[in-house]
Each structure stands twice: as structure tokens, then as C-alpha cells.
């Protein structure tokens, strides 16, 4: 119950309203495409991560700068950039550690590159169908093209990639630095499956065959790498299946169903309005799997909540696992400082962006 407290909270909360609704088939709420896919990412993510690929690559790249700014722009765009498939929480149990190694060289700014870090995992992790939860999720129910996702979400993330970098430029000291690290070794065999792995299940997944992948899979791990299974974050299918159950009750009460028939989900703005404010209060995948329930216009669901990934600490659990995993979670206030800037600038520019379509 200590290390998992939204999960035991999942459970009280499915418990109550278990015995208020009494609902006839809560299986149906759950969207199995969505958990199998995840199931198969958590697998083969926790994979590369173990085979220690991406530690001793940003080792060896850390090696070549000389100046503190440009330490940090590296950072920053790693994490980007792994985010977009390693999913945004994977992706920080990588580079916070690793930054951390940094703390007697980032100095003053040491703080500051954390939480960049996990604002910038959040704008990665968004462009990508596998990016985060809620995009697994938003891919798999509305049966969407890879591309087509891509493309949605592109003109907000170009947007918050410059923010960003403007935000580097703005806060972190350009001052030269010495770093070296001595070079380490990964399981090259490893990682290079995994990486097949991840192809072929994007692949089966679009054409329906992701069970199979996924059992094909699980076999190869149980049997030749079997530390993957029993590391794998498997409370999160767990959670994403009591997310499903108890959002898809709620959202059947009838006092919810008269409140957003008030809100005029019809409405683009109304929709990007509510999908944000939704992340902000009880975080963006549990807000996506509701406002489904009441909406199929994914391209502003798709928006709406990732941007609302950022602001609040609750809008993303990646914001809540980079501060614990840095040992800064009693920093949240300056965090927010951070955070709500970069979130309000987003929000202005996708009102103004997006304004012929809202």
C-alpha cells in the first residue's frame, strides 16, 4: 500500500462503487487491445532498459560536451527522444539516475535540469501512438494510423520542442565544464531482440495478431531473459484495468451523464477545455479514458490531454515518478513554477493554433 498508492486507491474506489452501482458486466469496460499492447511494451521496454544500451550511449555522448548548457540541451533531447518509445515514466528510471551522476556538475542548475527533464518527457512522449498510456489507449480504441496520430500531435510538439529549448537557453549557464566517463558495457544481444521485438509488435498490433505477439514474446523472455518478467511494472496493467472499470462506471451514472450534457462536448473548445482541466485534476490517462466515454473526436481528446500532461504535478504520473525518482518530491512548488509557465504558454498557443477548428 505504501509503494502503490493510486493502485490501492483504484481499489477502494472500485470496491464503492461496486456496491453503489451495482453495475452487470464491468468486464466490458475494459479495452483489451489497449492492455495487451501495453503488456507487450512494458515487456520489451523493461528489455532494453535492462540490456543498459541507453545508459552507456549517453555515457559515451556526455564525453564530447564541454559546456554545462549544451550538457543540458542533450539531456533534454535524449529524453525526447527515447519518451517517444520508451513511454514518458521508462524513459525518466533512465536519465534521472543518470543525471543524477551529473549533480556535482550541474551544480546550481542541477534542480532545474530535473525538472526539464520531466516536462520534456512529457512533450515526447506525446507525439508517438506509443509514447504514453492514454496514447496507447487513444490508438488502439479509435483504430488510428500511425501516421495519422503523428501528424495530429506535431504542430504542439514542434511548439513545446522550441519552448523548450528557449526555456534551456533562459535558465541554465553557459559555462565550460570536464566530464568522463569510464566506458561500460551492454547486452548487446539483448537489446538488439528487444528492438525486433518492438517492430514486429507495433506491426502484428495494427493487424491484429498482437495476442500471439504477445505470448510469442513472453515465451522468449520467460525461458532466455526471464529478469524482464520479473521486473516488468506489472501493477500498472492492473491500474490501467481498474482505470477502465471505474471511470466506465462512473461515467454510466446518470448526475455525471446530466453534468456533461451541460458542457457541450460537441464543441471543440468545450471538449479541449475539459479534456485539460480533467488531466489537471486526476491526471491525463485516467481523464482519457473517461472523456471517451463520451466523445470518438480523438484529435482533440489526443491534444487536450497530453497537453494537460503538464501544469499540475497530478496531470502526468511521470511528473510524480521524476520528482520521487530524484528525491525532490518536496520541491513541487518549484516545480510548478516551472511547469505551469510551460503549460500556459501551450495552452495559449494551441487556442490560437488550432482556433479555426475550436
Known amino acids: 500500500m505504501k509503494n502503490e498508492k493510486i493502485l490501492f486507491f483504484l481499489i477502494l474506489l472500485f470496491i464503492g462503487l461496486y456496491i453503489f452501482i451495482k453495475p452487470q458486466n464491468i468486464i466490458s469496460h475494459i479495452e483489451w487491445n489497449t492492455i495487451i499492447f501495453l503488456s507487450g511494451l512494458i515487456m520489451i521496454t523493461k528489455a532494453m532498459e535492462e540490456s543498459n544500451y541507453f545508459f552507456v550511449l549517453s555515457e559515451i555522448l556526455v564525453n564530447k560536451l564541454n559546456y554545462k548548457r549544451n550538457l543540458v540541451m542533450f539531456l533534454i533531447f535524449i529524453s525526447i527522444f ?39 518527457v512529457n512533450v515526447g512522449s506525446e507525439l508517438t501512438p506509443i509514447g504514453n498510456p492514454q496514447n496507447v ?16 500531435l506535431l504542430p504542439l510538439f514542434i511548439f513545446q520542442f522550441i519552448l523548450i529549448y528557449v526555456f534551456i537557453v533562459i535558465l541554465i549557464k553557459n559555462e565550460k565544464i ?16 528487444s528492438l525486433l521485438f518492438l517492430i514486429l509488435f507495433i506491426f502484428a498490433t495494427k493487424n491484429n495478431f498482437s495476442l500471439y505477439a504477445l505470448i510469442l514474446f513472453s515465451l522468449y523472455y520467460i525461458f532466455f531473459d526471464y529478469k ?15 482505470f477502465f472499470i471505474n471511470f ?15 458542457i457541450n462536448l460537441e464543441n471543440d473548445f468545450s471538449l479541449l477545455s475539459t479534456s485539460v482541466i480533467l488531466s489537471q485534476l486526476i491526471s491525463n490517462v485516467p481523464a482519457t479514458i473517461f472523456i471517451s466515454s463520451f466523445s470518438d473526436n480523438w484529435n482533440i481528446i489526443s491534444i487536450g490531454v497530453n497537453l494537460g500532461g503538464t501544469g499540475f504535478v497530478l496531470g502526468s504520473l511521470a511528473n510524480i515518478i521524476g520528482l520521487r525518482l530524484s528525491g525532490n518530491i518536496s520541491k513541487i512548488n518549484l516545480f510548478h513554477i516551472y511547469s505551469f509557465s510551460f503549460f500556459i504558454i501551450s495552452y495559449i498557443f494551441t487556442v490560437i493554433y488550432y482556433n479555426p477548428h475550436l
Open 137 to 152: 489507449f487513444i490508438w488502439q480504441k479509435y483504430n488510428i494510423t500511425f501516421s495519422s496520430f503523428i501528424l495530429n
Open 228 to 242: 524482464v518478467i520479473r521486473k516488468a511494472d506489472w501493477n500498472l496493467i492492473f491500474t490501467f484495468i481498474l
Open 178 to 193: 570536464d566530464i568522463y566517463f569510464e566506458k561500460e558495457n551492454y547486452e548487446h544481444r539483448n537489446f538488439y531482440i
Open 82 to 120: 527515447f519518451s517517444m518509445f520508451l513511454t514518458n515514466d521508462i524513459t525518466l528510471f533512465i536519465i534521472i539516475p543518470f543525471t543524477t551522476k551529473l549533480k556535482k556538475v550541474l551544480k546550481g542548475d542541477y534542480l532545474k535540469t530535473i525538472f526539464l527533464e520531466i516536462i520534456s
Open 248 to 262: 466506465g462506471m462512473i461515467s454510466e451514472i446518470n448526475i455525471v451523464k446530466d453534468i456533461i450534457s451541460h
